[in-house]
């Protein structure tokens, strides 16, 4: 049995994390919630149980063995280490600690060894780049990447709650014949899609949510001269990302065979008949495990390459499943510190 915490309990994935760990059925001993004074005292439901959310503070972490952190980059920078000198693992969904020599930037489905290597820290990658990596490392293994391009259409949900309430309100404004102001945006998110994900990063016009992407992906992958750009959009969606990828592997690969090997990955679902209008959307993904892998076909310039559709539910296979994934690698492989 496991004595686990959840920092950030209350946000969008921290009430994700405890659905997965209901519908997991994770061995806890203990499940300690913390959030800021604000949401202290709030009472939250798991399996079967309601627990009451804690203030986080110097003592939060004494006696536990995996810590969860989904409070953001600024609490985790502040709050890891404690946790981490406390005796807890931290699995921080934040970008911290991500691209950090010595910390393991995990997903479970793609390099479970790295996780092997860690003195107290493991990372998760952001949630764009979590459900790439499944797709791209089944084709890596049959050939090696060259290049890769990706467009991504990123869920509301990705910038937080109250991003989910100003799309609903901005929406409800519209529908009511309104120009409401944007409500966390430069622009309205509202019937609207904008090509700038996240902050400008440096001179070279690339935002950190398309950095974050590209340094992950290398790094998981193990490929640190990997070819690969990105652009990221925001959509008016509430839940699950989608990507248009664009695959370029030192050998070609047929279409009719990526689907085969999709197919036959865990935690991939292929789903491509556009003839029958079968093909992955955010609705699809919303609420369920895994990625959604479609519109596999031949790249028309380049005869090493494919095009494909990956879909995900960014809440769940881009933060909290992937979080939990971990905490079970942890437990079934003695890799926890008390363990040790």
Known sequence: MTRLAILGATGAVGTTLLRVLEERAFPLEELRLLASERSAGKRLECAGRELTVQAVGPDSF??????????????????????????????????????????????????????????????????????????????????????????????????????????????????????PPAGVYAHRIAF????????????DGYTDEELKLVNESRKILELPDLRISATCVRVPVVTSHSEAVWVRTREPIAPDEARALLAAADGITVLDDPAANVYPMAIDAEG?????????????????????????????????????????????DSLLRSAA
């Open 62 to 179: 004494e006696g536990i063995d995996i810590a969860i952190f989904s409070a953001g980059a600024t609490r985790s920078r502040e709050w890891a280490p404690r946790a981490v000198a406390a005796g807890a693992v931290v699995v921080d969904n934040s970008s911290a600690f991500r691209m950090d020599e010595g910390v393991p930037l995990v997903v479970a489905d793609v390099n479970p060894h790295a996780a092997r290597g860690h003195a107290g820290l493991i990372a998760n990658p952001n949630c764009s780049t979590m459900q790439l990596m499944p797709v791209l490392s089944v084709l890596h293994r049959r050939s090696p990447l060259e290049h890769v391009t990706v467009a991504t259409y990123q869920s509301v949900s990705g910038t937080g709650q109250n991003a989910i309430d100003a799309l609903r309100a901005e929406s409800a404004a519209v529908l009511a014949g309104d120009d």
């Open 192 to 203: 609207n899609v904008l090509p700038f994900a996240g902050s400008l990063s440096g001179d």
């Open 288 to 332: 369920k495990e895994g990625v959604l892998v479609g519109r596999i076909r031949r790249d028309l310039g380049d005869p090493n390459a494919l095009a494909l559709w990956v879909v995900a539910d960014n809440l769940r296979k881009g933060a909290a499943s992937n979080a939990v994934d971990i905490a079970e690698l942890l437990v079934r």
